[in-house]
């Protein structure tokens, strides 16, 4: 028998085609783009994500209010405007008073400061720095916007600062107010239909755990900033107020935020009379253990636990890449990622009841 042996012919062979060289140029020319453009990109799709997230915790309210979603969205947004300018108008008041005096005593500061650096200095014979060139500078070129008359007259600066806060604010009611028809459903139908139950899977494991992060976060903020200026009212820090709040906001930012509030305050206390500034250092650390062993475990049931090692690695990776924004959006940016990879390879990888991995490490 005759052995016939298969010999593609020429005209089998995938071939280029010019349709193929178009879309490679395509590509490139996006990827330059892409390059070209990086930071306004990243921010751009930061300040997405960021209204994204602000959705998905104003809809948990949502649902739970029989009315249509529609008017429920622009009720809930009304009330989040007017609950913001009734704390500026009652609150903002005594914070600019305030911000205007730490502003005012800065320069008092920063030479004490200096001095008492040059004490350390020729005690210990090392050099001691208690506050950097980059920090006076940064400081200064802020606090120079609020001790004179133009502040309220900086209208393109005020923009500029609430840009990013109104664009997510109305980014996020415009997400909650039609999620599925404008924004779900296409976004599924760019999805294989062999993957998106893995997709949608993700989206809800996602919204999930960004729910439980978002509460928490704002309880242990409400919880510290409350905690912080009472603490510091009763021990007579100067700018109470100011620093309770500050203290409040850095809690946003997890491991550094905390300690990296305090410091002012404590730097401030310290410097108005030494037992103030310990006692404001025995009271965040006293607000801190409070906050890690009682505030978060109960707040943070619902969220995904992440390892403290990988929020950190979080917060250097996207605070090099994307700045301030990107130390805001670390965590979740974090759960993102590992959302992703475990609802879209990792659990159609492995079944997680039978396959069983022994401990690296040893307890």
Known sequence: MQRVT??????????????????????????ALAFRYFDTLSRLLLVIYAAAIFAVALNVVVRRIPMQRRWTTAVLGI???GAFVAAVWFGGATLLRQLRGLANAFP???QELIARADTLREVLGIDVRLISERTRQVARDFFSNLTGEEVLGRAGG???????????????????????????VPLLRTVPASRRDAFRHMLELLGER??????????????VGFLATIAFYLIGVPYALLFGVI???????????????????????????PSKGL?????????????????????????????????????????GLFGFLGILLALPLALLIWTV???????????????????????
């Open 6 to 31: 298969n010999v593609s012919s020429p005209s089998s062979r995938p071939s280029i085609r010019p349709e193929h060289l178009y879309k490679l140029a395509g590509l490139l020319f996006l990827l």
């Open 79 to 81: 009330v989040l405007l």
């Open 108 to 110: 008092t500061i920063e």
């Open 158 to 184: 005020l923009l500029e600062w609430l840009s990013v806060p109104l664009l997510v604010f109305f980014g996020g009611l415009f997400a909650l107010a039609s999620p599925n028809d404008r924004l779900l």
């Open 210 to 223: 960004l729910t439980g992060w978002v509460s928490g976060q704002l309880i242990a903020m409400l919880s």
């Open 247 to 273: 203290n409040g906001l850095a809690e946003f930012v997890p491991i550094i935020g905390p300690w990296a509030g305090g410091i002012p305050a404590v730097i401030v206390a310290f410097l108005d009379d």
């Open 279 to 319: 006692w404001t250092a025995l009271a965040i650390l006293a607000i801190q253990q409070i906050e890690n062993q009682l505030i978060t475990p109960l707040v943070m049931s619902r969220a995904a636990q992440v390892h403290p090692f990988v929020t950190l690695f979080s917060i250097v990776l996207f605070g």
């Open 341 to 363: 990879v475990e609802a879209l390879w990792v659990e159609r990888a492995i079944d997680s009841g039978h396959d069983r991995i022994d401990p690296l490490v040893e307890d």
